[in-house]
């Protein structure tokens, strides 16, 4: 849903301002160091009520002050009266309390998917290029906005895999049984929702990294489960009891979900192992593409209206040569779409090639923001 | 002033009770009668004297055994499992149970070093095969641990444990949410609970 109308309050190096946004495409223009990103930043967290750059609140607080306010209102799509208001007010050594409209909010969970955002950001890197954990992070994310239940299941399957490592650890042995009837309940909804949505990711990763990439040949992402897809819930629970000397011998789970890997496949062969920087940097973006499509998709069959995600992008254009860059803008929903995206641009980027006139544009010196009249 | 501090510092060591509120505490004694203060004292210091645990069920109680257990109108074939001995009190409050109790102490955690042994398992056990060679063996028992990982936990373990007993093991049916607080259901909820509980 986009943002009509954003307030920041002494939020990182943003003393204080009101910004309207009512725009499909809002580009933010600076220097390094400016506040462009604390100001996604900040719209980040009046989705989710978190940051994607920092675990701790208080390092979000502007130096000297105690307390950061942000209010956002927002609307169904850029025509729509309906306005709902979100705030988030944080005192140091407090809990944050978070508003939709009158109510207070006390799990972030209620936020995942009323207004949801997808952050591209210089990180992303390494969905491509990092560890297993780190793929598995972004689909977890994704299946979270996709499936709103997904994000209990995961809490709790991450809670019985501590539990079931301390028994392990301290070698309660008579404990395990019970434990693996739960490790192995919520491993296989884990499991069978990581599949459903690897079905979604290949319908359309494909398609949509070969439009900017143009390798000419198909490079998709592989779903491969710890545990055999298609066993039971008692050929798991089997497994799991005959496997149990070694996960008790090395007193860690050596199976299940959290082991899972996601794998992109070129031509058979793991494509993360000799892709190069600039195709892997790409991979990464299209992820993100990708998951604000299915979210979209996703609304589109719940409610029967398209919606997408907020999008944020972070500089992540300076990483693509033109040519490219040109392909990944087409990616982009259609700004008819209602679909909302913030970008970032170094002043002398040739920003003016993807503006036209429906594009806010935003000079950002010193935390202070100063529209752009004429482009 | 020293005084209030410290009455104000071991107040908010009780749940529920922010530095706010334990001033105003705080205040209000100070306003009140000293017979109150002197009231309130006794009552707090004799509480731990006069309330101790059932030796039968581990419930709260003033006489040993406890009312419920001392009671020949329950059915005593009928044994329900908590966690907390506040939990029986909250059951007791639906009128919709009228079997025996066992509690617990606590649930299973792993990650923090509660085994089996730090729970009133073993003595579950001697209970049941105690009244095995009675008039009125225990036919039942009714888990009704709280629905989130470690109440799951605690009632596979016993549904486990209980194997090789003669008892039918049970569960509260649905109706507290997952992740909800037996204290926090309502009473028309549990006893919804207690009417559907189901075979575990
Ligand atoms: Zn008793």
Redesign the interface.
Known sequence: MPFEQVHIASFRNIAECDIPLGASRVFLLGENGQGKTNFLEALYVLCYASSFRTHADRDLLMHGSDAFLLRADWKDSFDAPFMDRMSLLYRAGEKKEVRLGDKILTDRKELVAHNPAVVFCHEDFGFAAGEPEERRFFFDQCAGMLWNEYIDILRSYKRVLKHRNAALKSGEEELLASLDIQFTRFGMDLMQTRARLAVLFHEHFPQFYDQVARLGTRVNIDYRPSWSLDSTFDQILAYLAEHRARDLELKTSLSGPHRDRWVFVHEERNFAAYASTGQLRLASLVLRIVQAYLFAQAEEKRTGKRRYPLLLLDDVLLELDGSKRKRFFELLPDPSESVQAVFTFLPEEPWRDYADRSTMVLRVEHGRFTREESI | MKAIEELVSILTRLPGLGRKSALRIAYALLRADLSFSETLAERIRTLRTSVHFCSVCGSYTETDPCEVCSDPGRDRTVVCVVEQPQDVITIEASHEYRGLYHVLGGL????D?I??DKLAIRPLLARIRNAAHTSQPIREVVIATNPT??G??TA??L??ALEQEHVTITRLATGIP?GGDLEYADRLTLARSFRGRTPL
């Not at chain 2, 299973?108 to 990650?111: H, V």
């Open positions: 299973l955690s792993p990650l070093g085994g089996p990982i470690e799951d936990t596979l373990y549904k486990k997952v």
